[in-house]
């Protein structure tokens, strides 16, 4: 098992930045893919990066690519997500996930987190 704990969600301007952090803790926690998605109200859950065991592979939705980065501590067993140039589209609650392979898909992560929510006024 692994338990993933998201924070640093809140409420920020247009064009503000976040930094959103996921605790893993458990069996295995170091070795998963790490990734971040985003589920808007009456939208389903959509991807938005994920980060390799090695903290060296990344992917990254289109529609953060160039604004969010994606990073790891291993010895922290931390995943990271920097969100700059933030939009009113970026609204959402974020959840962390783990799982074997870099996918983009929900079904390729095994592990969730409760989610944090973000929200971006104009």
């Known amino acids: 098992q692994v338990q993933l704990v998201e924070s640093g969600g809140g409420l920020v301007q247009t064009g503000g930045s976040l930094r959103l952090s996921c605790l893993a803790s458990?069996?295995?926690?170091?070795?998963?893919?790490m990734g971040w998605f985003r589920q808007a109200p009456g939208e389903e859950r959509e991807f938005v990066a994920a980060?390799?065991?090695?903290?060296?592979?990344?992917s990254y939705a289109g529609s953060v690519k160039g604004r969010f980065t994606i990073s790891r501590d291993r010895a922290e067993s931390t995943v990271s997500l920097q969100m700059n140039s933030l939009k009113s589209e970026d609204t959402a609650v974020y959840f962390c996930?783990?799982?074997?392979?870099?996918?983009?898909?929900?079904?390729?992560?095994?592990?969730w987190g409760q989610g944090t929510q973000v929200t971006v006024s104009s």
């Open positions: 458990g069996r295995a926690r170091s070795s998963y893919v």
């Open positions: 996930a783990a799982g074997p392979s870099l996918v983009t898909t929900t079904r390729g992560y095994d592990y």
């Open positions: 980060i390799n065991w090695r903290g060296v592979d990344t």
